[in-house]
């Protein structure tokens, strides 16, 4: 069965680290790119980051640029999302992705271009 699963969640002050995982079951992540993407309340999904297969090109959103940091090691078949300087408007639910996107695509904050989703992992930023 293929699964993807995040961890590293929970309650942060403003300004504080969190570092997400993203471990992956049933399927190897090496041809995989993996994309990070989070949903508040009342809003829509949306991409925060992601890593191409072989981890040589990483793309951000503009709200988390500086901020946060994508990472894998395949050789633990997992994904990480170093997220520094966290601020209250970061709160939501964060999902891992992956995706194996057509010749010329390495990475990409689209949702529908994934192929397999987690469960998701809350991060709640507040003092």
């Known amino acids: 069965q293929l699964r993807l699963e995040e961890s590293g969640g929970g309650l942060v002050q403003p300004g504080g680290s969190l570092r997400l995982s993203c471990a992956a079951s049933?399927?190897?992540?090496?041809?995989?790119?993996i994309g990070w993407f989070r949903q508040a309340p009342g809003k829509e999904r949306e991409g925060v980051s992601c890593?191409?297969?072989?981890?040589?090109?990483?793309i951000y959103a503009d709200s988390v640029k500086g901020r946060f940091t994508i990472s894998r090691d395949n050789a633990k078949n997992t994904v990480y999302l170093q997220m520094n300087s966290l601020k209250p408007e970061d709160t939501a639910i964060y999902y891992c992705?992956?995706?194996?996107?057509?010749?010329?695509?390495?990475?990409?904050?689209?949702?529908?271009?994934?192929?397999?989703w987690g469960q998701g992992t809350q991060v709640t930023v507040s003092s």
């Open positions: 992705a992956a995706g194996q996107f057509i010749q010329g695509i390495n990475v990409s904050l689209l949702p529908r271009r994934y192929d397999y």
């Open positions: 049933g399927f190897t992540l090496d041809y995989y790119a």
């Open positions: 890593i191409s297969s072989n981890g040589g090109s990483t």
